[in-house]
Structure formats: C-alpha cells, structure tokens
C-alpha cells in the first residue's frame, strides 16, 4: 500500500450518503382515533413521598449514621459539646441536603 488507509483512497462520489427515509407516521384521522381510544400520551407523575418521610430517608448516609453514632458516644460518655456540634451538623447536613435535592 503507498500508506493511505483503504478508506481514503475512495472519493465521496463513489459512496454518496443514501437520502434520509421518507416520513411516515399516523394521518391525522388515525391520530384522532388513537386519542378517542387512548387517550392524551402524557407521562404519569410518580407519587411523591411525604417531606417527613423524605427528611427521614436521608439518614440511611453512612456518615451520617457515623455521625449519629459519635454524637451518641459523646452523650453516653458527657461530653455534652461534642454532643451538640455533631447533632448541629448532622440537622445543617440533612437540611441542607433536602432543600438542595428535594425530589431525590
């Protein structure tokens, strides 16, 4: 070969791109019937949980449940600071999560 893939050494004009096909689709009575019997062709809404149970799905996180957890120790053990730094951070962290991803 003179190094020209076999590709190249072919001009477009020996393979011209076929034209698309011709369009076809539903006449305007077929479309009235399919409404009639069918009905309009709209997507069905998911169900939407309740906020309650939306916020309280949010702490299956394993940080959160890691956090949970050391904030229980820090009670069990008094360390009544720590306690409420990590409870604050676990609420600013599921706030802040449901009102940035509310359909989540």
Do not use: C, Y
Request: aromatic residues 4%; proline residues 11%.
């Amino acid at each position: 070969m003179n190094g020209q893939s076999p590709l190249a050494s072919h001009s477009p004009a020996e393979h011209p791109v076929p034209p698309p096909p011709p369009a076809s689709g539903l006449t305007s009575a077929q479309a009235a019937d399919r409404l009639a019997t069918e009905g309009r062709n709209v997507m069905a809404e998911k169900a939407r949980r309740p906020v309650f149970l939306q916020i309280l799905l949010r702490f299956r996180n394993p940080l959160i449940l890691l956090l949970l957890g050391a904030s229980a120790v820090s009670a069990a053990t008094g360390d009544v600071r720590s306690f409420v730094v990590t409870s604050i951070m676990v609420l600013l962290r599921v706030g802040l999560d449901f009102v940035r991803h509310p359909a989540a």
